[in-house]
């Protein structure tokens, strides 16, 4: 198949163009030249990869398919070409990477311009989801999620160690008082988390050995299903919200909020980075993993002793 990696690069081309001729212009053919090598192509391969009109070129389930493969090999084979001419790893390219709504716009985003500062041929899309569902909607190269994953299409790769604490604002404390069990929990304003299930409204804690489940009152709550709006919410005095630590430790540590109940916990909902098993893991992406285990342990030390 060496051979015929010119008219794969000029397929990957088109597929991303939407236009053969666009495509060919760029890898200086001609769009007859180009037309005729992506029919050459799908005869070798006895697979029809587009569906062609006048107006229009549309991948057929076949070529969606093949494509990912072609983009998998092609970046591998440019990451082994620039070793060999550099004797490193070019680290350039995209990388498409999903995050929850609050860690992504509290956290991630500073990380993302430090990370370019070491590698400033890196671009990024950065996708902010509290759902694993986008993940398979979504070409993503690296998810960034809280929780044991269940989904067995990504291997997970933990990064910290993470909890979830109920968190307020001073003011809210000094309005409504501090609760002195989780059971208080029901007569105060909470903010609520909605999933595809509905309001999470059982928070379960522990306390040495005992366990607490509570199920928060809906009569003043506030619900979204948003994490970064609960955290505002939150600051903003509108009620105590169960956060992961990691949206929440620099709020506290500047005083924004203040961790209730500190004796009662969640159980550990470690942070991972989710990749697709089987899949090639360009020199980029593996750079920024690498990147990211190193932020999580100096934030680590830094931030959760609280």
Request: proline content about 4%; some cysteine; overall charge neutral.
């Amino acid at each position: 198949m060496m051979q015929n990696i010119g008219d794969i690069r000029l397929f990957v081309e088109a597929a991303n163009l939407g236009v053969i001729s666009a495509a060919g212009r760029k890898l200086g053919l001609s769009p007859a030249a180009a037309s005729a090598r992506l029919n050459n192509l799908e005869t070798q391969l006895k697979s029809r990869l587009f569906e062609r009109t006048t107006r229009s070129l549309r991948l057929t389930d076949e070529g969606k398919a093949f494509l990912l493969y072609c983009q998998q090999g092609l970046q591998a084979l440019d990451d082994g070409f620039a070793f060999l001419e550099n004797r490193t790893q070019a680290v350039s390219g995209r990388i498409r990477i999903s995050a929850t709504s609050d860690f992504g716009r509290h956290m991630l985003t500073g990380w993302l311009d430090e990370f370019n500062a070491i590698y400033p041929d890196v671009q990024f899309t950065l996708l902010l989801s509290d759902s694993l569902s986008s993940l398979h909607r979504e070409d993503i190269d690296l998810a960034i999620r809280f929780g044991e994953p269940q989904d067995s299409l990504f291997i997970a790769r933990k990064l910290a160690k993470n909890r979830r604490v109920l968190c307020a604002s001073p003011d809210y404390l000094k309005r409504f008082g501090y609760p002195q069990s989780p059971e208080d929990l029901v007569r105060f304003p909470c903010i609520v988390l909605s999933s595809n299930n509905g309001p999470i409204i059982d928070w379960r804690f522990t306390s040495a050995e005992e366990v607490e489940s509570v199920r928060v009152s809906m009569d003043n709550a506030r619900v979204t299903n948003d994490g970064a709006v609960a955290r505002q919410w939150a600051m903003d005095g509108h009620g105590i919200a169960l956060k992961s630590i990691w949206d929440v430790a620099k709020d506290i540590h500047e005083k924004r909020l203040e961790i209730v109940l500190p004796e009662w916990t969640s159980a550990e909902v470690p942070a991972h980075a989710l990749y697709h098993r089987n899949r090639y893991m360009p020199a980029r992406v593996r750079a920024f993993l690498d990147f990211l285990l190193k932020r999580f342990d100096e934030e680590s030390q830094r931030l959760l002793p609280i």
